[in-house]
């Protein structure tokens, strides 16, 4: 039986000791095609870079956010490479959190779950997340699945992009949007409870918005959070940990991912040779690991 989600997300970030997350976000006209080929002819490019981004980011941390949608791009054999890579970073040890925002009823829910959650055919990702604002009916099927199998749902709650507030400050009976959904998915939290006392179903806290993030942590005190928004988007490390709580290991509560900050850093793009690109981005990685390190232990 496979360990609960969050007790085997929650380890790893204590092991190694920064609670950063590595986002592999494919851009075409930022992968170095002099290094790696041109990917939007030949996905054997795309797979060594994505596969070299990996390599270094196990040394780093313990967590993989790929983002299907920049890999269905490029097509049905992009959509493979996207699973190959998912199964290269397990084999390495990192946990895999594929980002594909699925949000859907009934039996098509179902289909989604499998295919990200489930064995192959299908990702065997260790957590997918998943929008809500259908109705908690969207979220039973990746909730079941990840319960039997020991997986995460990561659930969009108050996301860091700039219009997030269209819809998710709207206010209802006296609070905004993104309150009511943490309020709907608190009690659902305990269905993904691990040992560690946190939960699998975790919640998507972008790190632009810390004041809401603190509230979002009251309203699910044992849920774990998926933080974008930091580096590239302009948050702060320590805005990033705001909705984190303090242990004896210092503040933790979930992983903050960092995509283009860390895998397209300035020196990365001017690289001559893959050992001058690979040096760029363990550097741009040392840094993100570190800063999230020293705010998590201030």
Same mark, same amino acid.
């Given at each position: ?14 092991? /190694? ?7 592999l976000d494919p851009? &075409? #006209? ?29 040394? /780093? ?25 998912? $199964? /290269? ?36 990702? !260790?957590? @997918?997340?998943?929008?809500?604002y259908m109705g ?29 507030? !269209?819809?998710?400050?709207? $206010? ?17 939290? $305990?269905?993904?409870?691990? *040992? ?25 005190? /044992?849920?774990?959070?998926? @933080?974008?928004?930091?580096?590239? $988007?302009?948050?702060? &490390?320590? #805005?990033?940990? &705001? ?12 992983? @903050? ?10 020196? *990365?793009?001017? &690289? ?24 998590v232990t201030r």
């Amino acid at each position: 039986m496979t360990a609960p989600f969050a007790d085997r997300l929650i380890e790893s970030v204590r092991r /190694h000791n920064t609670p950063l997350c590595v986002g592999l976000d494919p851009f &075409a #006209d930022k992968i170095p095609a002099a290094l790696f080929g041109d990917v939007r002819e030949d996905m054997q490019a795309l797979l060594k870079f994505g596969a070299s981004v990996i390599d270094v980011a196990a040394k /780093h941390c313990g967590v993989l956010k790929p983002q299907l949608g920049l890999f269905e791009q490029f097509g049905e054999m992009g959509y493979a490479v996207a699973r190959m890579l998912c $199964q /290269h970073a397990t084999d390495t040890g990192m946990i895999v959190i594929l980002d594909a925002k699925r949000g859907d009823i009934g039996t098509t829910a179902e289909g989604y779950a499998r295919a990200s959650l489930g064995p192959k055919p299908g990702f065997n990702a !260790d957590c @997918v997340t998943v929008n809500p604002y259908m109705g908690k009916d969207t979220l039973e099927p990746f909730v079941t699945l990840a319960q039997r199998e020991g997986k995460g749902v990561a659930v969009l709650v108050r996301t860091s992009n700039p219009g997030a507030g !269209d819809v998710q400050d709207l $206010q209802v009976g006296g609070a905004p949007v993104w309150r009511r959904v943490a309020e709907m998915l608190a009690p659902e939290t $305990q269905r993904l409870l691990g *040992a560690s006392d946190w939960s699998g179903l975790m919640a998507v806290a972008g790190a632009t918005y810390p004041e809401e993030a603190r509230a979002l942590r009251e309203a699910m005190p /044992h849920a774990l959070f998926l @933080v974008p928004g930091y580096g590239a $988007q302009g948050a702060s &490390a320590a #805005d990033a940990v &705001a909705g984190f709580v303090a242990s004896g290991k210092g503040l933790e509560g979930g992983v @903050v991912n960092s995509s283009r900050g860390v895998t397209y850093p300035q020196a *990365a793009q001017a &690289a001559t040779s893959i050992a001058e690109w690979r040096s760029a981005i363990n550097d741009a990685m040392t840094r993100a690991s570190g800063e999230l390190r020293a705010a998590v232990t201030r």
